[in-house]
């Protein structure tokens, strides 16, 4: 076995314990600050495998969106509305927790099954390294124009939900309960655009 | 329309000064086998970059006391070495031998892991800044678009060392830096992204090679001069530096993130921000001065005075020209932002989104697309 081959199979071994001890934090661990940093943490494992598959544009992107933005992200809300809050227990958690808990191990036993049961190409058709990013531009740009533009429509009215979502001054009534906005505990920079002028 | 870009791409570079090969052959010719000699070879670029990391900031540390003094009428540092060019080595050592103190309330893990976080990407997109043809660690493909990844890796570990310090300016350092280095990352990346397009490929290298056609004329800030004042206002906004310094506030925030923060734990925040404040000179050089090149080409010189290019004695020459024009182009602009910190008052945060959102983000699409429509009207010019 070469130098390259063995630090090849040493670091898979590694991200690889990276990527299932770090999930299994995210979604055991009690404290969700840990929780997001640890997704992280996975997130930058996958990247880690992406690189060692010779996917070096994937593995930037990956790092770009996931751990840049996503990520990142998720750690703003927290720690935004990071009320301490006592919350009131849940009749039942044991129950619960033995049921999802076993939907998830008989998710497992399927994808376990799937991997051993499908006769994979051993080894898989050769990376393209460096050509990658042209292709990946030409497809987008070609036979994935479609899902790609549907893509960023979706991404557009994520956007305008989570603004009017945010912002309560553009509304008569809280999205939520119903109740009126009282829109003069609101400061506004301008006057709202979707708030009826005629009645005041 | 698809064009396949590797055929546009020249190749008629000359390819210079190539250390790896020439002592990957002596290794070889004592008798090792030619893996031995590529992994002794593979430490030798990376320490030597981290020294002249750590050397460029120890000068970017004497620069900004001599400059601040000179413009406050003091005289700075004067007593530790001539001119005082110790200071920063004196400064250095106050903070290695300090006591390390984390706060009894904070989360001591995170709490470390957090100046570690914000360091760690700065030093590693060190592996792309190119100081010659072959004079840079690796020339990744995806080579400038590794660093926009890299650096948004450094809000996790600011949020982290705010979350951490348990204190509240710590979090709300924390967040505003978060929130600065997201909104200015994206008209970064897009004013990147026209450089790209002109130069068809994401290498540093290829990057350079595509600007030194003819000398300073030749060099990208004449044909981006938008997107090069776009790139150096949101590379100032990404390292802190004034007028962009909200997450460490002084008259707000104490000094937001690094409030809690002493010792070698503040000193990994403190060089982190100034690697990157030279990280981020260096690319502007890349990106829009020409890199490595001579304003009148070394081609030419060499052919005025009847030398070949390929002569070993003219290759040492234009590989120490093209470090020392690296260099001074960085340190010209990291004098600008010296200069621009200490004369600028620094901006409020409803400035800062402002400016990031509602004028450089319209303003780097546009420049996107006035580029991709100029590359397609005058291919010769803007790199077709």
New interface residues.
Partial sequence: M???NSTELICFVVLAAVVVLGSLGVVLLSNI?YSA?LL?GVF?AVAGLYLLLNA??VA??Q??VY???V??LI??AI??VNKREDLKPVEGLQLRRLLSGGVCAGLLILLVRVVVSTPWAVPGPAAI???A??RIG?HL??DYLLPFELASVLLLMAMIGAIVLARRDVLEADVGTGDAVDQGLIEKPSTPLLVDQSTR | M?T???TAAPALVSPGLDLELSFTQALQGLGLSP?VAH?IWLPLPMALVLVAAIVGVLVTVWLERKISAAAQQRIGPEYAGPLGVLQPMADGLKLLVKEDVIPARADGL?FTLGPVLVLVPVILSWLIVPFGQNLLISN???GI??W???S??Q??GL??S??ASNNKYS?LG??RA??QS?SY?IPLALSVLAVVMMSNS?STVDIVDQQNGAGVLSWNVWRQPVGFLIFWICALAECERLPFDLPEAEEELVAGYQTEYAGMKFALFYLGSYINLVLSALLVSVLYLGGWGFPIPVEWLAGWLGQSVDAPVVQVITASVGIVMTVLKAYLLVFLAILLRWTTPRVRIDQLLDLGWKFLLPLSLANLLITAALKLVFPSAFGG
């Fill in positions: 070469t130098i390259a600050v940093f992280g930058m070096s544009f930037a992107a790092v770009l751990v840049g933005a990520n990142v750690l703003f720690m935004l390294g460096e050509g990013t042209e030409e740009f070609t | 698809v396949n870009l590797a893996q992994l995170l990744v493909g995806v678009f590794l926009i990844s890299l948004s890796i809000p996790i949020l982290m705010g979350y979090l924390g967040l978060a929130a997201i990352e994401l």
